[in-house]
């Protein structure tokens, strides 16, 4: 479909979209008040529709690493298609695309994780690794290591039992999810929040212990995996301590609970490496990964276990009842590999970590002058900025006051999309954004922010 230039279409379009299309995390009955915006172009870091054309310092939801509109993703899209357009993975059926990317997947995850799931979303790999780290306690001879622990401020995903392991009570609320699978939720490792008067190396090992209380409440005996993303991103941008990861993983193998390292966000080079584990510190025994796996141009997602676990797991042998109709899809697949090869090529990954992470940080710090501004926490190209009304006591503003919202629709206005999160903004650039671009999202949130400082009488 080419672009919607004309008035008449665009309004014809957008009538369909409010009788026909029931939208992802959007109020349903304020649409209908109100028109979709419609995109209709994306290229590099920005997205354009409706004649205004917007830098997307979100990279759509995390994803678009690789920046928008690369031809070659789309001369591989169209060779896929006319080589194979289709076939399944079930009963030992395979193709050249997903069986590459299985083992380039392996070659770049850290430590032993080398056995690859496909699925086609982030939850739905999350799902997978839930059922996964039960079957392998079945096979381990420990059926009741079932509980599940997650933390407060997580987002693993939107089905069924991924919603259970969320720190976000509305979704579970709105269809009153509850019971099953059993999860148990630990402190978040946030320090601007819960850290008090504790220095942020005491407080990570004090939010990492608190995993192990969890543990301890309920019995390891009980516990089948720890459920975390490495940096908590959409419920806010929070970097952990450095101490905290490397007591969490030590945490779980003394209690012999698994380890999942959700790097549906962080993996694929947002922190500056391939994987958030290697920027951290730590080694998980099974991964989420999504988003950055195709840059969110193809729907794919990957479950990936250790040796352990998958030798557990095939001992024994049987079929895995488990999969879905497009897991290890060859166009998916395909475009994977042509994304890794593009952040290989490219340096992408090395960008990050060298050059656009430490000049976006640098850049973002200023803003903690701010009177609106608490904190600012960063790791690569993923950063939140913490809203205080008060920036001794870090009293939130009430979340009523929608003032995040606010400032994000004085950015939007300037050109510049960013991500409310609760008193959080949330900026996830394209791993293409140049310097020129990062000073001029800087300047505009100074701008916005400087607004909602009047209209809340801090200016
Ligand atoms: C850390 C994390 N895990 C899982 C998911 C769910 O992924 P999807 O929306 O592809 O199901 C998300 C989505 O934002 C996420 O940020």
């Known amino acids: 479909m080419t ?20 939208h992802s995390f959007t109020d349903t009955k304020a649409l209908l008040q109100a028109p979709p915006f419609v995109i209709e172009h994306a290229k590099g870091s920005y997205v354009s529709g409706q004649e205004i054309r917007l830098l997307d310092a979100m990279a759509g939801l995390g994803c678009v690493n690789i920046g928008y509109g690369r031809e070659e993703m789309a001369e591989t899209a169209s060779e896929t298609i006319r080589q194979l357009s289709y076939y399944h993975s079930f009963s030992a059926v395979s193709n050249p695309y997903a069986a590459a990317l299985s083992a ?15 699925a086609n979303s982030g939850s ?8 996964l780290a039960y079957l392998y306690w079945r096979r381990k001879g420990k059926p009741e290591k079932r509980v599940l622990i997650s933390r407060q401020h997580s987002y693993h995903g939107s089905t069924w039992a991924a919603t259970r392991l969320n720190g976000n009570q509305p979704m579970l609320d709105q269809f009153g999810i509850a019971a099953e699978p059993e999860v148990l939720k630990a402190m978040a490792p946030y320090w601007y929040r819960y850290g008090g008067n504790l220095s942020l190396e005491e407080f990570g090992v004090e939010a990492a212990q608190d995993i192990e209380k969890v543990i301890l409440s309920v019995g390891a005996d009980k516990v089948a995996a720890v459920f975390a993303e490495p940096i908590q991103g959409t419920m806010g941008g929070v970097v952990p301590p450095n101490t905290y990861w490397p007591e969490v993983e030590r945490i779980c193998k003394a209690h012999d609970v698994l380890l999942v390292a959700d790097e549906v966000v962080t993996g694929f080079g947002r922190t500056g490496q391939w994987f958030a584990q290697e920027t951290l510190g730590f080694q998980a025994d099974m991964m989420t990964l999504a988003k950055g796996l195709s840059s969110g141009y193809v729907p794919i997602s990957a479950a990936v276990i250790s040796d352990e676990i998958a030798e557990t797991i095939d001992n024994e042998g049987g079929i895995l009842q488990h999969g879905f109709t497009t897991s290890a899809h060859p166009l998916t697949s395909a475009m994977a590999l042509k994304n890794i090869e593009i952040l290989e090529k490219e340096g992408l990954v090395s960008r990050v970590g060298e050059d656009l992470g430490p000049y976006l940080a ?77 000073d001029f999202l800087v300047n505009v949130l100074r701008e916005a922010l400087d607004e909602a400082a009047k209209a809340v009488g801090l200016a």
Do not use: W
């Open 362 to 438: 640098g850049a973002l710090k200023k803003l903690e002058d701010h009177p609106v501004v608490g904190e600012v926490r960063c790791c690569g190209l993923i950063a939140g900025i913490e809203l205080t009304k008060n920036k001794k006591t870090r009293e939130q503003f009430p979340l009523e006051a929608n003032l995040c919202d606010y400032i994000a629709q004085m950015a939007l206005l300037r050109g510049v999309i960013v991500r409310p999160a609760g008193n959080v903004l949330v900026l996830c650039p394209t791993f293409v954004i140049s310097h020129a671009e990062i």
């Open 104 to 118: 380039q997947i392996a070659a770049l995850a850290p430590g032993s994780l080398n056995k690859v799931f496909f």
């Open 124 to 131: 739905e790999a999350n799902e997978t690794l839930i059922k």
């Open 3 to 22: 672009g919607v230039s004309d008035q008449s279409i665009l309004e014809h379009l957008q009538s369909l979209d409010r009788a026909h299309h029931l």
